[in-house]
């Protein structure tokens, strides 16, 4: 069984279509994080919910909404996507939202913007 | 901005040599976390460290916790080939609520 699964795996999509990403984890975890990775490989922190709850909203472009519609899930929709978007996006979950948490992290969503 | 400066970038060795690499940064840290990533995966937790000086081994890994906060290393003594990935350092900063990620170090090991 997959911890933290996220779908889809590829997404290859033209300039200005609105997409999403989905993740769930079956951890029991409270709290969920997208990360965006670049082609340099450099992971960054976008968006931390805890328990439905946003707690970290770094600064992203508000193209980018997170939803969570309960704790096992928090999914990522990106309208009028842009070349720039395109990266591999992360989605980890772990127990707390101190940090102090060990994350478990998906198996990415490599978007391609055209 | 960058916070974390990781070094090497990349390595490139011979099965069954040593490994070392090391993460730098000018703030402090509560905690380090060292991940590995391999290809079309996403990075998988190999260390955590909580305590400054903090010496922790896995298997033929082994990472620290500076004493200054503000550095750490990690060393994989022995490598073999399934030790290629990507190895990220990740260091919650004081007073924040997030992980910072280092660029990574990329290794490459010729069997």
């Known amino acids: 069984d997959t911890a933290v699964s996220q779908t889809p795996k590829y997404l290859v999509t033209q300039m200005g279509n609105d997409k999403s990403i989905k993740c769930e984890q079956n951890l029991g975890h409270d709290t969920m994080y997208w990360y965006k990775q670049d082609s340099k490989k450099f992971l960054k922190i976008m968006f931390s919910?805890?328990?439905?709850?946003?707690?970290i909203n770094e600064t992203v472009p508000n193209r980018f909404s997170p939803k969570s519609p309960d704790k096992a899930h928090l999914n990522l929709h990106i309208n009028s996507l842009e070349l720039g978007d395109s990266a591999v996006y992360f989605c980890a979950s772990s127990q707390a939202s101190t940090f102090l948490d060990i994350q478990y992290f998906g198996a990415g969503t490599r978007l391609s913007v055209l | 901005g960058q916070q974390l400066n990781q070094s090497p970038q990349s390595m490139f060795i011979q099965e069954g040599e040593d490994v070392s690499m090391n993460c730098t940064s000018s703030?402090?840290?509560?905690?380090w976390l060292w991940y590995k990533q391999e290809p079309g995966e996403g990075p998988v937790l190999l260390i955590a460290l909580y305590k400054a000086g903090e010496l922790t081994s896995n298997g033929r890994l082994t990472a620290q916790f500076g004493i200054t906060r503000k550095d750490s290393f990690l060393n994989i003594s022995a490598s073999i080939p399934s030790d290629v990935g990507i190895y990220f350092c990740a260091g919650q900063l004081q007073g924040a609520q997030k992980l910072v990620f280092g660029q990574g170090t990329r290794l490459t090991i010729n069997p």
């Open positions: 919910y805890n328990n439905k709850e946003l707690i």
């Open positions: 703030s402090i840290f509560n905690t």
